[in-house]
């Protein structure tokens, strides 16, 4: 028994999901016809009112809320297009205006922006002739299908041959044919014109449907521009973050050093001069006691030291690279830290990426050890080669979990750490844990900035 070829199998699953999307797409014509049939009403009667009386001022402001409600019947357009199954169509890049900009600058804004003229192209003149014309041929479409389908049912309730001669026009034609017989022959070619319909019904839907998403696409959609415009924000947005990182990195190293070290030495100075006052006195007891005491808060200013240049930059991760900078924080910890680490990672990651992403692990590891009551941690950090390349860590403990990220708190700076360098960082600690911290930060320079979205 021959069995179908490979491709008469694929040409029938694409004719079923021809016919599954055909529902959707024919929805979305009929519903944006109606959507634009109120556009045209609502955008003609706001946009000439206000081009007409833009000579006294006031017609601007109608202008720009004429912009507006385009944007407005925009994103319903293409919210409506993801009934057809295709791909979404990206929201352009808006512009905001700067926050201390004058508020009549503000107020007309919406007049210097292209996609507002483009949406309100669509809404105005090109979406209500459009629509029209899909809506025509949908709908003679399913009525021609639905209709010569089912004629041989409702033509016995048709109009007097009076009003509806078209059988004694047939009869007329072909003088041979008699009574049922031109019932039948009338039958078959409503049916026969169902069936034809029917069959090409998919094609033409999903083909007006495909139409209408490239025009969408066209004028509502990103121009090339906006990925440029969102590639320069992203890039102040970074390096805004990056001041802002730098500006809490130095006032709390400022202030560890002034609880910690800086009160130590203090100390130390206080007990050498006791010391030196005991020698003098002759007291070589208390003298020896004295200086035992300055060995000790010297040791212990000298270990606060090494502990806060962890967090500047510690030696190793500049002498032996990131590698062996994570598995040391690994070995100091006060748990168990188990290591998934790529060996690719000190020639792969550029040196500004490795100081902020050792001390984002520092940080988490402590953090664990401190408040989290976990038994153990998790690190791992690969290098994925995809384009653009991007440095993917975690830390995972399983602790009581409930960590959140908030304003003021640690986290949150750690959050803008990564943000200057166009990364990000995720947070989920359930109640009950465990939780886990993920990090990614793009290699490339020029790279697209990460998003929580691009860490799953």
């Known amino acids: 028994m021959p069995h179908d070829r490979p491709e008469d199998a694929s040409w029938l699953h694409r004719y079923v999901t021809a016919w599954g999307r055909a529902p959707g797409t024919s929805a979305f014509l009929i519903a944006s016809f109606v959507v634009s049939m109120v556009a045209i009403s609502v955008l003609s009667a706001v946009f000439f009112a206000g081009l007409g009386m833009v000579i006294l001022l006031v017609g601007l402001p109608l202008m720009t809320g004429a912009l507006l409600l385009a944007r407005g019947f925009g994103v319903a357009e293409r919210a409506m297009l993801g009934w057809t199954g295709l791909p979404e169509v990206a929201e352009p890049e808006w512009r905001r205006p700067v926050a201390d900009t004058h508020w009549l600058s503000r107020l007309l804004a919406p007049l210097r922006s292209g996609h507002y003229w483009s949406y309100l192209l669509h809404g105005l003149i090109i979406n209500p002739i459009v629509s029209t014309v899909t809506f025509s041929l949908a709908v003679t479409w399913w009525a021609t299908t639905l209709g010569g389908l089912t004629y041989w049912f409702w033509q016995a309730f048709l109009p007097d041959p009076s009003v509806n001669d078209w059988p004694g ?242 986290l949150a700076g750690l959050q803008e750490r990564l943000h200057g360098l166009r990364g990000a960082l995720t947070l989920e600690s359930p109640p009950g844990g465990p939780t886990r911290v993920d990090i990614v930060v793009p290699l490339a320079l020029g790279a697209r900035p990460a998003t929580p979205a691009s860490l799953s």
């Open 169 to 410: 026009w047939l009869q007329a034609q072909l003088p041979f044919l008699q009574g049922a017989t031109v019932r039948a022959v009338e039958s078959v070619a409503y049916l026969g014109t169902g069936i034809l319909f029917g069959i090409t019904l998919p094609w033409v839907i999903n083909g007006l449907g495909r139409l209408r998403h490239a025009i969408a696409a066209a004028l509502l959609g990103r121009w090339p521009s906006d990925e440029l415009a969102a590639r320069a924000d992203a890039e102040a947005r970074a390096r805004q973050s990056a001041v802002t990182a730098e500006d809490s990195a130095m006032r709390r190293l400022e202030r560890d050093l002034h609880d910690g070290p800086q009160q130590r030495l203090v100390r130390l100075q206080m007990d050498l001069a006791a010391t030196e006052r005991q020698a003098v006195a002759g007291d070589t007891d208390r003298a020896a006691a004295l200086a035992r005491e300055a060995q000790q808060q010297a040791k212990a200013a000298l270990d606060e030291l090494r502990a806060l240049s962890r967090g500047v930059a510690p030696p190793l991760l500049a002498d032996r690279g990131l590698l062996a900078a994570l598995t040391a924080l690994a070995e100091e910890s006060p748990l168990p830290v188990g290591t998934d680490l790529d060996p690719a990672l000190d020639e792969a990651v550029p040196p500004e990426v490795a100081r902020a992403v050792y001390f984002v692990v520092a940080e988490l590891l402590t953090n664990a050890a401190k408040h989290s009551g976990a038994r153990e941690v998790a690190v791992s950090a690969r290098v994925q080669r995809d384009e653009p390349s991007r440095l993917r860590a975690s830390v995972t403990d399983d602790g009581r979990g409930g960590a959140v990220v908030g304003d003021g708190h640690g």
